[in-house]
């Protein structure tokens, strides 16, 4: 069981890329959701937030505006997280987990690279 976190990638100010995760074992659709990100030197931050319905979100201040978090719960949970505007700052290991976060399924992360 497990959430696993891909496509991360280098991308230049100013541009977009989506990130996904995948749950394997079994499904989380009645689980809330969301996704943290860790800047080396930095701890581990919230990014956003999704209720298990879908309906409801939450982001951190710094994102607001330019990421959007979605989900699909149809089989295998799957979380997505659109980013756009991307900044040099958001540069991060982000990860998915629940909310509030279980220490057993952080996993490897994707690695988001902005260049300026």
């Known amino acids: 069981v497990q959430l696993q976190a891909s496509g991360g990638g280098l991308v230049q100010a100013g541009g977009s890329l989506r990130l996904s995760c995948a749950a394997s074992?079994?499904?989380?659709?009645?689980?809330?959701m969301g996704w943290f990100r860790q800047a080396p030197g930095k701890e581990r931050e919230f990014v956003a937030a999704?209720?298990?319905?879908?309906?409801?979100?939450?982001y951190a201040d710094s994102v607001k505006g330019r990421f959007t978090i979605s989900r699909d719960n149809a089989e295998n949970t799957v979380l997505y997280l659109q980013m756009n505007s991307l900044r040099p700052e958001d540069t991060a290991v982000y990860y998915c987990?629940?909310?509030?976060?279980?220490?057993?399924?952080w996993g490897q992360g994707t690695l988001v690279t902005v260049s300026s």
């Open positions: 987990n629940f909310v509030p976060p279980d220490s057993t399924y």
């Open positions: 999704i209720f298990w319905s879908g309906r409801t979100t939450a």
């Open positions: 074992g079994r499904t989380f659709g009645t689980y809330n």
